[in-house]
């Protein structure tokens, strides 16, 4: 039977009281929906995905422009705990960003990061960059190098954590492959890289999607380690041991846009992955039992921090980070070791403990 206008006119009807019944429908039966909104936005960003499922009342409020700025100010206000791994298969080098809630204990898969433009090259995962705004909560992943080809790429892709998406962003000026990148003052640095034939240096607007110059460096150099305390980025190319040289190193001072030398004892004893816990700059040994070191300024040393090394169960490479006065270690098998640093009697303690 073929409807008749009066049909098509009901069935609209119909339609547009479903939709107005809809837009009344509570978020949360019995709670005022400013209530129910509170209550979303606590809701941790891996389970949105899913909330969104939940009715189409919850899927307009999760994506809702407003919403996701409440969220992103709320993430910052908060400091949310969670840390971001960049992890790779050793065999097929398939990359994978994973996040660790470290109050549950609970690892979730990120969405797959966005690839360079013919993403089907083979990629070299650890040609890559990456640095992170806090309180944007954003990621960012710089450059890279194509393992068939060995060639850098000027690559710049985004991940949000108020959307759990990742998106691309303006390509770096200079293609880049093992190079420091850092965040500063609300920008993001890359610096060097290559086998130290780059010594330009640019900075990334995040607000405008824009690269700028920066002062280039005294010498190209291609990174071992690279960190960030205050407004001063630190970047080495690794110790002394076993080498004959000494390894090259420098210091970019943003406020002056300049860049000086490493002081002696800061670049020979910078031996491991470091992290940065409030105001200082900690390093995790590559040799040995992964003894974590403390630098010194007042006498350019490294010294040993109490509390034994890293867990025995984590295995190297290690990742490493710190926040909220805490460093977290992550081993291969993303076993994660984390030390809460305490001050002590003229040197620093750790306490540590393993998390699975």
């Known amino acids: 039977m073929t409807p008749n206008a009066g049909t098509t006119k009901e ?11 809809a837009d009344m429908e509570p978020l949360i039966p019995g709670l005022p929906d400013e209530v129910a909104e509170q209550c979303l936005l606590h809701l941790p960003f891996p389970y949105q995905a899913l909330a969104r499922s939940v009715s189409s009342a919850w899927n307009r409020a999760l994506s809702g422009p407003a ?33 660790l809630d470290p109050r549950t204990r609970r690892w979730f898969v990120l969405p797959p990061m966005s690839l360079p433009a013919g993403g089907s090259a083979p990629l070299c995962p650890p040609a890559f960059a990456c640095a992170a705004l806090p309180h944007r909560g954003e990621i960012y992943v710089l450059g890279g190098m194509r393992s068939d080809t060995e060639t850098p790429l000027r690559t710049l892709v985004t991940y949000r954590a108020a959307t759990n998406s990742w998106s691309a962003a303006a390509p770096m000026p200079t293609p880049r492959s093992f190079f420091a990148a850092g965040a500063i003052g609300g920008r993001i640095f890359a610096a060097g890289g ?45 110790w002394r041991w076993p080498f004959y040289a000494s390894p090259r190193a420098g210091v970019y001072d943003v406020d002056r846009d300049a860049w000086e030398e490493m002081s002696e004892g800061m670049r020979e004893g910078w031996t491991g992955s ?83």
Do not use: N
Request: with cysteine; net charge positive; proline share 4%.
């Open 67 to 99: 919403f996701l700025r409440a969220k992103a100010e709320l993430s910052a206000a908060l400091s949310l705990p969670y840390l971001f791994v960049f992890a790779f298969h050793p065999t097929s080098h398939r990359l994978q960003w994973q996040a």
């Open 194 to 238: 290559g086998d130290g034939g780059i010594s330009a240096v640019e900075c990334y607007d995040p607000a405008a999607d824009r690269w700028l110059p920066a002062a280039g460096m005294r010498c190209g150099m291609a990174r071992y380690d690279a960190a960030v305390v205050g407004r001063r980025m630190y970047v080495t190319e690794g």
């Open 274 to 356: 470091s992290a940065v816990v409030g105001d200082r700059l900690l390093i995790v040994t590559d040799y040995g039992d992964g003894r974590v070191k403390a630098y010194d300024a007042e006498s350019d040393a490294w010294r040993g921090v109490e509390g034994g090394g890293v867990p025995p169960a984590l295995k190297r490479p290690y990742a490493v980070s710190g926040a909220d006065g805490e460093i977290y270690v992550v081993g291969s098998g993303l076993e994660v070791g984390v030390g809460t640093v305490v001050a002590g009697a003229g040197r620093g303690r750790r306490r540590g403990r393993k998390r699975g």
């Open 11 to 21: 069935e609209e009807a119909a339609k547009e009281v479903a939709a107005v019944a």
